[in-house]
């Protein structure tokens, strides 16, 4: 199953469809626990998962926005991966067992999509700009989408681009 679907299903599960997704509504769907932490200026979020039990910090001095990302990176960590710390920085610590070092770049690659995808479901991105002609060029268009979103304007545009509304 792709990783959007992987998303879209979470979703219909959860019975989220509006948007923002309430990203705690869906940790807590998932039984993660989700805390504001003090994690230092280069680490965003942290997944520990330990006796059947799970927990999202999330940096408490980034911008709402980035703590959105973070907390839905970490959900795509628990979904996806079996590893019980992720430590996502400008790098990754990923401890799978007491021999593993360091995570894959797939693996980031793969939580930030899926992250993406939980985010801005392709549906409800694709029915936002569909409602009103957007003229892309005016920046304060893309502001207004992304806003709708809770979410960076540099992840709208990637995610605009990869569901291939804007090239």
């Avoid at 502001?143 to 304007?153: C, I, P, Y």
């Amino acid at each position: 199953m792709s990783l959007e679907k992987k998303a879209e299903q979470l979703l219909a599960e959860a019975g989220l469809d509006t948007v923002p997704i309430s990203v705690e509504q869906v940790a807590a769907y998932l039984g993660i626990k989700v805390e504001l932490a003090e994690l230092g200026e280069d680490c965003s979020g942290v997944l520990v998962r330990s006796e059947g039990r799970a927990v999202i910090g999330v940096n408490q001095d980034h911008h709402p926005n980035r703590r959105r990302f973070s907390i839905a990176h970490e959900i795509a960590h628990f979904v996806l991966h079996k590893g019980d710390t992720y430590i996502d920085k400008g790098y990754l610590v990923h401890f799978r067992d007491r021999e593993s070092g360091s995570g894959t770049k797939w693996e980031e690659m793969a939580a930030n999509a899926f992250a993406a995808a939980l985010l801005m479901p392709a549906k409800q991105v694709r029915d936002a700009f569909k409602q009103q002609p957007f003229d892309l060029t005016e920046d304060n268009v893309l502001e207004m989408l992304a806003k709708k979103f809770k979410v960076s304007t540099q992840a709208m545009t990637y995610r605009l681009m990869k569901l291939r509304v804007i090239s």
